[in-house]
C-alpha cells in the first residue's frame, strides 16, 4: 500500500521499475574527515546501473565537495544558518527536480532533520539516515525524533553501534540496519618504502619510531591527551616522533599545548594531506585518543596497513581492536594507561608485525569497502522495491489488462451489435 508521500511521489516523477535509482545524499559540508572520505570512497564504487548518487552540501561543499564535483552532481550552500527556514522548500524543490527515488542523510543535527523533513514533504519513496556517531548525552534532539516515523531506515556503523541506536535513541528495531565501515585494502597496505620515504622527508633518522593519528582538529578528538602522552614518553622513548594529520580549529591550542609542554620538537602537524595511505603505512603504532566515536574509519585503515593501534575504549572501537592482537584499548582519560599501551606495542618490531598482520586480516575479513558498498545498494532498492516497484508494477498490470479487455473479438463483437 503506497503512503501519501509515495502517491506524491509517482505523480510528479513517474518511472519504469527498471535503471539505476537516484540517491542524493545530505551532509553539511565535506572537510578532509571520515565520514565524508567514508562517502567518497562509497560513490566512486557504487554500480552504476544499480544507483546513481549525488550530493548536496547544506553549507559550503569543501575540499572533498569540491573535488568530486567533476565526477558527480554537487549542490551546496542552501542553509545559511542553523534555523534559516527557507532551506526546506530549496530541498523539497531540489528533490523533486532531480526525481530523487533514496534520500540519505549523513550525520545528526540540523542535515539529519531538513533532509528528512524535506524528503518526506517531496514524497521522495526511500527516507533514510546514516548515523557516524554514538551522540552526545541529549541524542539526535527532540525535533529529529518527531521524524522517526516518517523515515524508513537507521544505518548504523557496527553492531554495538545499531544496539546504541534501539536502546538509547530508541529507534524501532525494524528500522535499525548495520552496515559496518569499510576501507579499500588494495589502497591501504604495509609498506616498507613509505615508512623510509615519510622519515626522510620529515628529515627524521632512518630509525625514528613514529606515532601518529588522522582526525580533524576537533575538541572531540582529544589530541590533548596525545600530546599529554608524548611528554610523558618523551624520557623513556627519546626516538618517538608523533604525526598529527588532518586540519581544524584546533590547530592552534595543540601547538601551544605541544610547546608548553617541551615536545614542540617531535610533534609534526601535517595538516590535511592527500598521501594518508602512505603515512599511514609508515607508522609503527596509530594512536587515537577520542571522546566519541562510532567505528571511525582511520582505525581501519591503519589495521589496513598493518599497524597496531591504541584507542581509547568509546563507541564500537572494541569490535576492531582485539585486546593484546591487534592493538590495545584505554579508558577515556587515563593518560598513565595510554603510555603503558603505546610502550607495549613498542617493544619489538616482532611484536609490531604481528599485531599489524592480525590486524590487517581482521579488516580484509570484516570491514572491506565492497561489502560496505553492497550493503547500501542492496539496503536502497530493498526498501525502494518494497514500496514502490510493486505498486508501479500492478498499476500496469491494470492498464495492460484494460488493453487486452477493450481489444478482445467478443467486446467488439458486443460494441458493433449495440
Known amino acids: 500500500m503506497l503512503t501519501p508521500r509515495r502517491q506524491i511521489w509517482r505523480s510528479i516523477s513517474p518511472r519504469s521499475s527498471a535503471g539505476p535509482l537516484n540517491c542524493m545524499f545530505v551532509i553539511t559540508s565535506m572537510p578532509v574527515g571520515g565520514a565524508e572520505t567514508l562517502l567518497v570512497n562509497m560513490m566512486r564504487r557504487m554500480d552504476p546501473a544499480v544507483i546513481r548518487p549525488e550530493v548536496v552540501c547544506l553549507k559550503e561543499p569543501g575540499p572533498l565537495g569540491e573535488q568530486i564535483a567533476g565526477e558527480f552532481p554537487v549542490t551546496a550552500s542552501l542553509l545559511s544558518g542553523k534555523w534559516d527556514l527557507r532551506v526546506l522548500p530549496r530541498l523539497i524543490h531540489l528533490m523533486r527536480r532531480r526525481r530523487s527515488d533514496v534520500v540519505i542523510t549523513v550525520g545528526a543535527g540540523d542535515k539529519m532533520f531538513w533532509g528528512r523533513?524535506?524528503?518526506?514533504?517531496?514524497?521522495?519513496?526511500?527516507?533514510?539516515?546514516?548515523?557516524?556517531?554514538?551522540?552526545?548525552?541529549?541524542?539526535?534532539?527532540?525535533?529529529?525524533?518527531?521524524?522517526?516515523?516518517?523515515?524508513?531506515?537507521?544505518?548504523?556503523?557496527?553492531?554495538?553501534?545499531?544496539?546504541?541506536?534501539?536502546?538509547?535513541?530508541?529507534?524501532?528495531?525494524?528500522?535499525?540496519?548495520?552496515?559496518?565501515?569499510?576501507?579499500?585494502?588494495?589502497?591501504?597496505?604495509?609498506?616498507?618504502?613509505?615508512?623510509?620515504?615519510?622519515?626522510?622527508?620529515?628529515?627524521?633518522?632512518?630509525?625514528?619510531?613514529?606515532?601518529?593519528i588522522v582526525a580533524a582538529l576537533r575538541s572531540e578528538k582529544n589530541h590533548s591527551m596525545l600530546i599529554d602522552v608524548a611528554a610523558r614518553l618523551k624520557s623513556s622513548h627519546p626516538d618517538l616522533h608523533w604525526l598529527i594529520i588532518g586540519d581544524g580549529p584546533e590547530k592552534e591550542s595543540i601547538e601551544a599545548s605541544a610547546k608548553r609542554l617541551g615536545v614542540a620538537d617531535r610533534v609534526h602537524l601535517l595538516g590535511t594531506r592527500h598521501d594518508t595511505p602512505r603515512l599511514v603505512a609508515s607508522l609503527d603504532v596509530f594512536t587515537l585518543c577520542s571522546l566519541n566515536e562510532?567505528?571511525?574509519?582511520?582505525?581501519?585503515?591503519?589495521?589496513?596497513?598493518?599497524?597496531?593501534?591504541?584507542?581509547?575504549?568509546?563507541?564500537?572501537?572494541?569490535?576492531?581492536?582485539?585486546?593484546?592482537?591487534?592493538?590495545?584499548?584505554?579508558?577515556?582519560?587515563?593518560?598513565?594507561?595510554?603510555?603503558?599501551?603505546?610502550?607495549?606495542?613498542?617493544?619489538s618490531p616482532e611484536t609490531r608485525r604481528e599485531m599489524g598482520r592480525a590486524g590487517r586480516e581482521l579488516v580484509i575479513r570484516t570491514g572491506s569497502l565492497q561489502s560496505m558498498v553492497s550493503g547500501y545498494q542492496d539496503l536502497a532498492t530493498k526498501l525502494y522495491d518494497r514500496w514502490v516497484r510493486p505498486?508501479?508494477?500492478?498499476?500496469?498490470?491494470?492498464?495492460?489488462?484494460?488493453?487486452?479487455?477493450?481489444?478482445?473479438?467478443?467486446?467488439?463483437k458486443s460494441s458493433a451489435s449495440k
Open 391 to 412: 505498486a508501479t508494477e500492478a498499476s500496469a498490470g491494470l492498464v495492460r489488462t484494460a488493453t487486452e479487455i477493450a481489444s478482445s473479438p467478443r467486446l467488439r
Open 117 to 212: 523533513l524535506a524528503a518526506y514533504l517531496a514524497g521522495v519513496p526511500v527516507i533514510a539516515s546514516a548515523l557516524h556517531s554514538t551522540g552526545w548525552p541529549d541524542g539526535v534532539g527532540r525535533l529529529n525524533r518527531l521524524l522517526t516515523g516518517m523515515t524508513d531506515a537507521f544505518i548504523g556503523v557496527a553492531d554495538s553501534h545499531g544496539e546504541f541506536l534501539r536502546e538509547f535513541e530508541r529507534f524501532p528495531d525494524h528500522k535499525v540496519h548495520v552496515i559496518r565501515n569499510g576501507v579499500d585494502c588494495d589502497r591501504f597496505v604495509p609498506d616498507q618504502s613509505a615508512r623510509e620515504s615519510v622519515r626522510e622527508e620529515l628529515g627524521l633518522a632512518a630509525e625514528t619510531s613514529l606515532a601518529g
Open 294 to 347: 562510532a567505528s571511525p574509519v582511520s582505525i581501519l585503515e591503519a589495521l589496513a596497513c598493518g599497524v597496531p593501534v591504541v584507542s581509547t575504549d568509546v563507541g564500537s572501537i572494541k569490535e576492531s581492536i582485539l585486546e593484546g592482537k591487534t592493538g590495545y584499548l584505554v579508558a577515556s582519560e587515563d593518560v598513565d594507561g595510554y603510555c603503558d599501551a603505546v610502550a607495549k606495542v613498542m617493544v
